[in-house]
């Protein structure tokens, strides 16, 4: 994990503490944070999406970010799917990345309607 993300987790498990005496509902959401910290920890895999078939220096770079990210290796398991429009999804565990064309639209019309 990085140092960013860990940071993150380590005030996530600050808070809990100190709310812990106030909040019969914290022991739950301790425990179920554990759970998707863990489960994301040991993830090997990264189910990519994309548009177009991605060049091998698109995946090893994308591969390097993600090792940095998670401070591991992570092998990916790339799906073309073209009704994306455009862009990727990166899905490792229960973290995603959608940077997909389809997906900004979605959120534009969202963000119109409201």
Request: hydrophobic share 40%.
């Amino acid at each position: 994990m990085n140092k960013d993300a860990r940071g993150f987790v380590n005030g996530i498990v600050d808070y809990l503490r100190r709310d812990s005496a106030t909040s019969g509902d914290v022991p739950k959401v301790r425990e179920l944070f554990r759970k998707v910290t863990t489960d994301a920890l040991h993830e090997k895999y990264a189910q990519v999406e994309t548009s177009i078939a991605l060049t091998e220096e698109e995946k090893k770079s994308l591969e390097g970010w993600l090792a940095r990210l998670a401070g591991r290796h992570i092998q990916l398991v790339i799906r073309m799917n073209a009704k994306l429009l455009g862009g990727f999804r990166v899905t490792v565990g229960d973290w995603v990345v959608d940077t997909t064309l389809k997906y900004q639209l979605a959120k534009m019309t969202e963000s119109l309607l409201i």
